[in-house]
């Protein structure tokens, strides 16, 4: 069965300093994947995606990830935190039928920045 | 964007009391599932709907029913709520083949 694993359940990071959060999926076909981002008491909002192509792709507020076939992984960078930063992230993966939209997430991690 | 809407934002019943929890998407999108959200269990699937008058359960369905009679509202029910159903309800729209979700505020439910 189709699985996306957030090792990192709690990070905390300086504001100004780098960011990567992990995301490792397991899932037979080529997948469809995505980071959330939440912020206390919201729901969920897409930061970025990737369906096909070039493997780095850019999102909002000045994210990027990198799609690895070979490690099963779809990590999430940021070059320099910002204490708006601060949210629970979520990575998730679009399984079976596509037409369906019907998504797997991680248990998300929480990001904490330090001023 | 789509715009995803819920009734309440905060929502407070007794064991036993039938809930209905409200979600309204203004995209004519095909697709729309309810999730619930607890500290350490990421987002739990209970139902989704890709059509008016269609379901499907997800991975948490007991306790909960559904019903979509119009393609812009996907309602939950809690046919006899009880403490355990204490948790943050998330609705999510999403047209077919576009795959990323568009979620609601959220409604933060407690039984007492």
């Known amino acids: 069965a189709q699985s996306v694993t957030q090792p990192d359940i709690h990070i905390t990071v300086s504001e100004g300093a780098s960011l990567e959060l992990r995301c490792n999926y397991s899932y037979g076909a080529t997948p469809y994947l995505f980071w959330y981002v939440q912020s206390p008491g919201q729901g969920l909002q897409l930061l970025l995606k990737?369906?096909?192509?070039?493997?780095l792709v850019q999102g909002i507020k000045g994210f990027e990830a990198e799609f690895k076939r070979s490690q099963s992984s779809f990590n999430l960078r940021k070059p320099s935190v910002h204490w708006s930063d601060a949210a629970e992230y979520f990575c998730a993966v679009v399984t079976g039928n596509t037409n369906a939209g019907k998504s797997t997430f991680g248990d998300g991690t929480t990001l904490t920045v330090k001023p | 964007d789509v715009k995803v809407t819920q009734s309440s934002r905060y929502l407070v019943k007794r064991t036993g009391e039938k809930v209905f929890l409200e979600c309204v998407q203004d995209?004519?999108?095909?697709?729309m599932f309810w999730y619930r959200q607890d500290p350490g269990l990421g987002l739990r699937l209970i139902y989704f709907?890709?059509?008016?008058?269609?379901?499907e359960k997800g991975d948490i369905p007991e306790g909960y029913s559904v019903s979509r009679e119009k393609k812009e509202r996907f309602s939950l029910i809690l046919e006899s709520a009880s403490t355990n159903q204490t948790s943050m309800y998330l609705c999510?729209?999403?047209?077919?083949?576009?795959?990323?979700?568009?979620f609601g505020p959220g409604t933060r439910l407690t039984v007492l």
């Open positions: 990737y369906f096909s192509g070039d493997t």
């Open positions: 709907s890709y059509d008016v008058k269609m379901k």
């Open positions: 995209m004519d999108h095909e697709n």
């Open positions: 999510a729209a999403t047209s077919a083949g576009r795959h990323e979700q568009f």
